[in-house]
């Protein structure tokens, strides 16, 4: 009898010693899937961002292998209804076509930009306008990210804004943009009625001005001389995120001019 019984008890434990085993099994596969699809998921999304920056070095507006200061046909443009940042005395203008979305813009941005700003804007040397050139195509968050910073414009912060969207310009949802606005102080329910208006008529005009002048990428730049009407006779342009070095020699050339 005894016998017996320890025979039942030994064959219980071995059932579910078994059973135990199954489920590590399980478990283990189970978990090993899910890594294996996240480290492919990981790999494809690295093999997107490589492919996205390859295609925009790539674009007609960037051209591999293009001198990045080029010299073009004197041409007078208008700042009228572009954020501009520097002083009215200033003797040279730099007309940046950007795309909030755009990773080159970012680095410009957070990088060169404020190199510019230091040498030549505070010293009222340089005035910066920002003209508006989303590539829809590659940014599909580009446009709403123009009308943000459009209608902080109308508040007087399009740079404070500018400044926010650039230093996460992944992340563009509409919720983010107006934290954004909550940030920066703005009179929220204005700013929610400008963007919902959806004003284009800036930021396509923008993107006219950029075709004129045969820019399709971003960023891309003009360069030029103020006349005394306050417009910009542009002779050079300066095509991607090009280091501080390029701007400078471009610079200094138009105020060696002057």
């Known amino acids: 009898m005894l016998r017996s019984l320890g025979s039942r008890i030994v064959g219980s434990f071995r059932h579910v010693s078994a059973v135990s085993v199954v489920g590590l099994l399980f478990v283990f596969f189970v978990s090993a899937a899910q890594y294996f699809q996240l480290a492919k998921m990981a790999r494809l999304e690295i093999q997107l961002q490589r492919l996205e920056g390859a295609i925009v070095s790539q674009r007609p507006g960037r051209p591999v292998g293009s001198t990045p200061s080029q010299t073009v046909g ?65 940014h599909p968050a580009a446009v709403s990210a123009s009308i943000a910073a459009s209608c902080a414009g109308e508040q007087e912060q399009f740079w404070p804004m500018h400044d926010r969207i650039f230093q996460s310009p992944k992340d563009l949802a509409a919720p983010s943009l107006l934290r954004r606005a909550r940030e920066l102080e703005l009179d929220v329910p204005r700013f929610e009625k400008c963007v919902a208006s959806g004003q284009k008529a800036q930021i396509e005009g923008d993107a006219s001005e950029a075709k004129r002048f045969g820019l399709s990428g971003t960023p891309a730049f003009l360069l030029g001389s103020f006349q005394a009407d306050g417009s910009v006779r542009v002779t050079k342009k300066i095509i991607g995120s090009q280091p501080f070095a390029t701007f400078k020699e471009a610079v200094d050339g138009l105020l060696a001019a002057k």
Do not use: M, N, W
């Not at 004197?74 to 990773?103: H, R």
């Open 74 to 138: 004197p041409s007078v443009v208008s700042l009228k209804g572009a954020p501009t940042k520097g002083g009215a005395s200033a003797k040279v203008a730099i007309i940046e076509y950007s795309d909030f979305q755009c990773p080159y813009c970012a680095r410009f941005a957070t990088t060169t930009q404020r190199e510019i700003e230091d040498v030549y804007v505070s010293t009222g040397l340089v005035r910066l306008a920002f003209r508006h050139l989303p590539i829809e195509s590659l």
